[in-house]
């Protein structure tokens, strides 16, 4: 808006308000179709009813005929309101502010730029933090309570809260240095590029396709039946018995955790490599020189040279393992002994009901990120004294 | 907590130091080619049982198809077919780019403007403001959970698309601001001056001149958006909620595990239609991801 008005100071003057106020009447309309449960059937037969389709419209009314077209149109509304709605946000304001006074647009515009998203940070991470962290010392009838922090020592919780550092510790662990040693294998190989995106594919497959994925590979048949699950098969075939693998505690936290693995290792490579790739070639012909192996070579020249980088990756996995939910929630629910806290708070929260532990288990979480968050704001205010 | 992630110099020279020859260097080639064929193995796995018949799949494993892939009436498309129609997967498709396309763009937007600010905007508490969106970068996403879903039953937004594109907006605007930020910030200063003595305001700055120059860093972080709502579980559980018509891919395959556990044909053909945009994109922008992830490996 404010562009056109600089170059064209005629017609636009008067174009570009309409269409804005079009834009935004727009806006407003499709919200109210997103908003309403069965906005796409209703848009589309009050279109078909005034093209004289009646009988077509009754029936989307009645949750029948091109419901598919109604799910593509609200697709387009959804779109479009979403991406149009936020642009016309900002250039409208944007526009408006920019006609004020010099002063008062200085100090406005700003704000405009970063108001947004300081309402969105404020409503979906400060605001329900704090109310997580209070609404955990309460009990679901509001009375003060430290019994949902008592609760972490009975048998089940321990037991979860060890498969939650097991995973911590074997889930990273194994996804570093597996990703660390192709990422060092890998580098001395032709076609490269290739061989990584093999072990990097899995990254871009979701937590719970991988864990059907897997759920196939552990496939359990009862003696005398085909195994059909790879791992059973194998094991049957060299005439061993077969697993159960997700039912066999504490064997299953485990066979979940190589789910997770086999995700995470490809990141671990992909930041791992560029990193040996970055150490440079002097130190590694000075190593050669100094009568080194390769073996040497790689373990104590690079990888101390690429500290960082592990530590840069290692806290990355582990929050998001600390985290792990998809997995256990898909495989097993945690039914057998392999329980970890995410899962745990979401049956507190929809099975139990139980706000109050569950807003204490979300806490611990919290308390667990909080040295990574402190690393993250010294590394950050160190990075800007030195700019 | 941003990677060191300078391109290689002098790569090529280091490589061929590094390269033993053609006949030393086999074992590593074998080793190299075993890892990467242990990895691919459970997906072929799942690809090739998506379409074989189904009599077939609970007889006998998937390998004995690969092994006689002649044998007739063993492939079929079938299984697709049932599960993208009463399985449930087509609407669920459909559902996943609507919750996806906005809950991409809407935070990049956002991101963009407020970066730009932060970078280039001099005004009070810039600095205190911005270390507490670095701050935000960690938080779990259970710690907003139990808030958000009163808030939403309260505001009517529970099981609404506008609901879930502004939650998963909330959730991915640190590490959209901060990515931004980063990159921003490292424009060099003489265009913003030479903007500003042409008489340019600053959303025409932003607009004009920014944006296109931070296309690089916008498709990065478009991407790991993308993958990261469009495979989410979590929100789409506890924001959209049970109802079917508000299905997206992953708790369609959770409500496939539920109802149809056993019938693997239906599953590993369900698995693998939730996986093949995500795959496409991946493959096609691998580049860009791989930047992304350097940028900023860390994520709330």
């Known amino acids: 808006m404010a562009v056109a008005r600089a170059e064209s100071p005629g017609l636009s003057r008067f174009i570009l308000p309409i269409a804005g106020l079009i834009g935004l009447g727009l806006c407003v309309a499709g919200i109210l179709v997103l908003i309403d449960p069965n906005g796409g059937s209703n848009l589309l037969a009050a279109i078909y009813d005034a093209l004289g389709n009646s009988a077509g419209a009754s029936d989307l009314r009645n949750g029948q005929g091109d419901q598919l077209f109604a799910k593509l149109l609200l697709a387009v509304i959804a779109i479009g309101v979403g991406v149009g709605g936020i642009w016309l946000l900002y250039l409208g304001v944007g526009g408006l502010v920019g006609t004020l006074r010099p002063t008062w647009r200085d100090r406005i515009l700003p704000w405009v730029f970063v108001g947004p998203a300081l309402i969105l940070l404020a409503t979906y991470l400060l605001y329900p933090g704090v109310a997580t962290f209070a609404r955990s010392f309460f009990d679901n009838q509001g009375a003060f309570t430290l019994d949902n922090y008592a609760g972490m020592t009975d048998p089940d919780m321990v037991e979860t809260l060890r498969n939650n550092v097991i995973w911590l510790v074997v889930a990273t662990g194994g996804s570093v240095l597996l990703g660390l040693v192709i990422a060092g294998l890998f580098d001395r190989v032709r076609r490269e590029a290739l061989a990584k995106t093999f072990i990097f594919l899995p990254l871009a497959i979701s937590l719970i396709g991988a864990s059907v994925i897997w759920g196939f590979m552990y496939a359990w048949e009862p003696e005398g039946q085909p195994q059909i699950g790879l791992l059973n098969a194998i094991i049957v075939g060299v005439g061993g018995q077969a697993i159960p693998f997700f039912t066999t505690n504490p064997l299953n936290v485990f066979a979940e955790i190589v789910i997770m693995i086999w995700l995470q290792t490809g990141f671990a490579m992909v930041v791992l490599s560029a990193a040996i790739k970055g150490v440079s070639t002097e130190i590694i012909e000075a190593a050669r020189l100094d009568g080194a192996n390769e073996r040497q070579l790689f373990f104590r020249v690079i990888v101390p040279t690429i500290r960082g980088s592990i530590v840069t990756v290692i806290t990355t996995i582990a929050i998001v393992t600390l985290k792990i939910f998809d997995i256990v929630y898909v495989t097993t629910g945690g039914r057998f002994g392999d329980d970890v806290v995410a899962n745990r708070m979401f049956h507190e929260m929809f099975q139990f009901f139980d706000d109050g532990r569950a807003a204490a288990l979300a806490t611990l979480l919290f308390v667990a990120v909080l040295p990574v968050m402190y690393l993250n704001l010294r590394n950050f205010r160190r990075q800007q004294v030195e700019g | ?300």
């Open chain 2, 1 to 300: 907590m941003t990677a060191p992630a300078q391109p290689a110099v002098g790569h090529v020279t280091r490589v061929a130091a590094w390269r033993p020859a053609l006949l030393r260097s086999l074992p590593l080639r074998l080793t190299v080619i075993v890892i990467c064929v242990l990895w691919t193995i459970p997906t072929l796995g799942l690809l090739v049982t998506s379409v074989r018949n189904p009599e077939l799949i609970s007889s006998s494993g998937w390998w004995t198809s690969l092994l006689n892939p002649l044998a007739p009436d063993q492939w079929t498309l079938s299984n697709y077919q049932e599960v993208i129609t009463s399985g449930g997967m087509g609407p669920a498709f459909l559902n996943s780019v609507i919750v996806t396309v906005p809950s991409t763009v809407i935070p990049i937007t956002i991101a963009a403007f407020a970066a730009y600010a932060f970078a280039w905007i001099p005004f009070r508490g810039r600095g205190i403001l911005f270390t507490i969106v670095v701050g935000l970068l960690v938080v779990p996403i259970q710690m907003s959970l139990i808030p958000i879903l009163s808030l939403y039953s309260g505001a009517s937004l529970y099981g609404t698309f506008i609901g879930i594109w502004l939650a998963h907006t909330g959730f991915g605007l640190p590490l959209a601001i901060f990515l931004l930020y980063n990159f921003m910030s490292q424009l060099p200063r003489d265009l913003f001056e030479s903007a500003a003595i042409d008489g340019a305001s600053h959303l025409q700055t932003f607009i004009k001149l920014v944006l296109p120059l931070s296309i690089p860093a916008l498709g990065a972080f478009a991407i790991f958006q993308f993958l990261w709502v469009w495979n989410d579980l979590l929100v789409a559980l506890t924001l959209l909620g049970p109802s079917t018509d508000l299905r997206v891919m992953p708790t369609a395959l959770y409500a496939l595990l539920g109802s149809r556990g056993g019938q693997w044909q239906l599953l590993t053909a369900g698995a693998f239609v939730t996986m093949v945009l995500p795959l496409l994109v991946f493959l096609v922008l691998q580049r860009a991801f791989v930047r992304g992830i350097l940028a900023g490996s860390v994520k709330g």
